[in-house]
């Protein structure tokens, strides 16, 4: 384990040890508005981890295609013990360390499609592995942040009701079907061109819209018209349909159909 990996590590294993589980029910005291003092402080030196589904909504806000939001406004860390690769926002060069997208006076620049962790802050969720319990929900108090100090009483499901996390969590579900397969509980590895095959499927849209329409790809599987129709216009539906072909192409699950003429005599 290199050293970040150790300190994830270690902040997982304080996260489930010592924090103090929130269900939806539960209620906190929290308000973040502008009058703050701390108003977008949190907006600066942040780690912020993007999940597909944050990235076609933020390329898509910005008009630009993928491979220049990735080029842009990420960075990819890797080290040799990760499973799949991970995708974090990139922050400016200045001393604060920005975020991108925050202006001063004006707060965050892509508010409606602010990534999931933005619309979270400040409560965590906590996601043990598919077969174990339900997730929970946890406080997170960074020094910096006064909004704690404020009266406003909310439940955690009403936070999440106030920050329509609702979409992202639908789709972070089944990002989480790829990201915390058996495969690599049972000690499976990605070989270098599945990592990329993996990358482009699920940060790479419009690079995959490509290798779907552009290739040999739709004469070796059997799929509906009405489907092909819906991935070829809408991101999302094609990263549901990337999903199944990553299950299928890494797992070997039965979540695509080889066309009998396709298959190897
Ligand atoms: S995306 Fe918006 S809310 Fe998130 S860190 Fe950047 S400016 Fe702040
Ligand atoms: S630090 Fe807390 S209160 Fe201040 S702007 Fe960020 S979330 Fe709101």
């Not at 909310?154 to 106030?162: A, C, I, N, P, T």
């Not at 216009?233 to 999302?236: A, R």
């Given at each position: 384990m290199d050293s970040s990996e150790n300190a994830y590590a270690a902040l997982q294993k304080e996260i489930f040890d010592q924090y103090e589980r929130m269900n939806e029910d539960d209620t906190f005291k929290f308000r973040c508005h502008p009058g703050v003092t701390c108003f977008n402080k949190c907006c600066t030196d942040v780690n912020i981890f993007l999940t597909p589904y944050d990235i076609?909504?933020?390329?898509?806000?910005?008009?630009?295609?993928?491979?220049?939001?990735?080029?842009r406004y990420t960075i990819m860390p890797m080290d040799n013990n990760q499973h799949y690769?991970?995708?974090?926002?990139?922050?400016?060069?200045?001393?604060?360390k920005t975020?991108?997208?925050?202006?001063?006076?004006?707060?965050c620049t892509v508010y409606e499609d602010r990534p999931w962790p933005c619309r979270m802050f400040p409560i965590g969720k906590a996601s043990p592995k598919m077969e174990e319990a339900k997730p929970f929900y946890f406080e997170m108090h960074e020094d910096i942040c006064e909004g704690w100090k404020e009266e406003q009483v909310?439940?955690?499901?009403?936070?999440?009701?106030?920050q329509e996390v609702n979409d992202y969590d639908e789709m972070g579900e089944l990002f989480k079907e790829v990201t915390l397969?058996?495969?690599?509980?049972?000690?499976?590895?990605?070989?270098?061109?599945?990592?990329?095959?993996?990358?482009?499927?699920?940060y790479n849209m419009d690079k995959f819209r490509l290798f779907v329409f552009e290739t040999s790809f739709l004469n070796r599987f059997e799929i509906d018209e009405e489907r092909i129709e819906s991935i070829k216009?809408?991101?999302?539906e094609l990263l549901k349909f990337g999903y199944d072909w990553l299950k299928f192409a890494l797992y070997h699950e039965p979540t695509l159909k080889i066309r009998e003429e396709a298959k190897p005599k």
């Open positions: 076609i909504r933020l390329k898509n806000r910005l008009g630009i295609d993928s491979d220049e939001f990735l080029t690769p991970v995708v974090m926002m990139r922050l400016q060069d200045d001393e604060a975020c991108y997208f925050v202006e001063p006076g004006k707060g909310l439940s955690v499901r009403g936070w999440m009701e106030d397969h058996d495969f690599y509980g049972d000690g499976g590895k990605l070989t270098p061109q599945q990592m990329e095959m993996f990358h482009m499927v699920c216009k809408d991101d999302v």
